[in-house]
């Protein structure tokens, strides 16, 4: 297994500019989402899915879309990128088990480094 | 959801037990300690969980007192590749919202 999957690793854009960080995962998990990364700020949650066509905000939701088509996949668009959006974005995903076993482990893909000028 | 905090950073030498502690005050009755390993230019790992006493795995063991309004992190004989940032996560099971604070960057010296 391939596990989580991002890309691209890295990303250059203008200010203005859109583009799309793809997210697959081969692990059949139902829930996967976004964070951004940025320094001393720890990891803040940007969008997050259940399921298939169910998808909800995260604490920094502003200035991303996400959809949720597929089981596997779960992009990221940018729609205006900003300077403000330079950050390292990670997309995880999990499985929903059962009360007993606690927080679900999520799983993390290698991070896409975007910066916007 | 209970807040963490957990000291910035910390320095180690190499083969020497690292304990990391994590204060979480307001955990609620249902929720678990969660902790995730961060080498850079990667994404977080989990390491462990537990929701009281003492848990131990292959990588690292982490105790938690009776109130569970703490919790340590113990990592055995440290090498150069353990540093690391390392977060502490509380939150109950099925919790969409999983928030990662900024963590504790653990330096390893030779």
């Known amino acids: 297994n391939a596990g989580v999957t991002q890309t691209p690793k890295f990303q250059v854009l203008k200010t203005g500019q859109s583009m799309t960080l793809q997210c697959a995962q081969d692990?059949?998990?139902?829930?996967m989402s976004w964070y951004r990364q940025d320094p001393g700020m720890g990891l803040r949650l940007i969008h997050y899915?259940?399921?298939?066509?169910?998808?909800d905000q995260g604490e920094v939701p502003n200035g991303y879309n996400v959809s949720r088509s597929t089981t596997e996949d779960f992009p990221l668009r940018l729609l205006s990128a900003a300077p403000s959006q330079t950050s390292v974005y990670f997309c995880?995903?999990?499985?929903?088990?059962?009360?007993?076993?606690?927080?679900?482990?999520?799983?993390f893909g290698s991070g896409t480094q975007l910066s916007v000028l | 959801l209970a807040k963490t905090t957990q000291p910035i950073s910390m320095d180690s030498y190499e083969g020497q037990e690292v304990n990391i502690t994590c204060s979480h005050n307001?955990?609620?009755?249902?929720?678990?300690i969660t902790w995730y390993q961060q080498f850079p230019s990667q994404g977080p790992r989990f390491i462990i969980q537990?929701?009281?006493t003492k848990v131990t795995n292959e990588v690292a063991s982490l105790f938690i007192p009776a109130d569970r309004k703490s919790s340590t992190l113990s990592l055995p004989r440290v090498s150069l590749s353990d540093t690391a940032v390392y977060y502490c996560l509380v939150g109950p099971y099925g919790n969409n919202r999983l928030a990662f604070g900024k963590g504790n960057q653990v330096v390893v010296i030779p």
């Open positions: 537990g929701y009281k």
């Open positions: 692990m059949n998990h139902e829930y």
């Open positions: 307001n955990i609620a009755t249902n929720d678990y």
């Open positions: 995880a995903s999990r499985n929903f088990g059962t009360p007993s076993m606690g927080n679900e482990k999520l799983f």
């Open positions: 899915s259940v399921g298939a066509g169910i998808t």
